[in-house]
């Protein structure tokens, strides 16, 4: 029953960590960005590919979470140092297995969009698919944002 609880824990915890991942598509802000300019950019669409965007492997939310899960299955264990180990290398083994779970659950499909712009640049940008919808050849698009931050909007 313990054990059961503990894989129950686990994997509430990491979804709701998953689900509060800030989207990366065009259509999201952090709070940072609300109310700051942005240049403009018109163009158009010439290729969309998908990409997959990888998960976080840096929250704590699914380590965290699996190493105190590990470590109370691990405390289960045996008795005396055995029961002390079996806590370390359930907290350990908890951990490692988090965090890949975190990471599999904020994994994002994306686009690489391929867009020739108005004044004849090119620019390539990696976003979250939003909703689905992939852009296409000849959308005409909004390219929002400076530098290393850009967005694409329709």
């Given at each position: 029953m313990k054990k059961l609880i503990a894989v129950v824990a686990l994997s509430t915890v990491t979804v709701l960590g998953g689900c509060?991942?800030?989207?990366?598509?065009?259509?999201?802000?952090?709070?940072?960005?609300?109310?700051?300019?942005?240049?403009?950019?018109?163009g158009t669409v010439e290729s969309s590919t998908p990409v997959r965007i990888?998960?976080?492997?840096?929250?704590?939310?699914?380590?965290?979470?699996g190493a105190v899960v590990g470590g109370i299955a691990g405390n289960q264990i045996g008795g005396g140092s055995g029961r002390t180990l079996a806590t370390v290398v359930g907290a350990v083994a908890g951990g490692l297995i988090g965090q890949r779970v975190e990471q599999a659950s904020t994994e994002r499909q994306g686009q690489e969009i391929t867009i020739r712009l108005d004044n004849g640049q090119v620019l390539?940008?990696?976003?979250?698919?939003d909703n689905g919808q992939f852009f296409r050849p000849g959308d005409r698009i909004r390219v929002l944002g400076q530098g290393r931050s850009l967005k694409v909007t329709y």
């Open positions: 509060a991942q800030q989207g990366l598509y065009g259509t999201s802000y952090s709070r940072s960005q609300v109310g700051q300019a942005q240049t403009v950019r018109y990888e998960g976080r492997t840096d929250g704590i939310v699914g380590s965290g979470t390539s940008v990696v976003q979250e698919v």
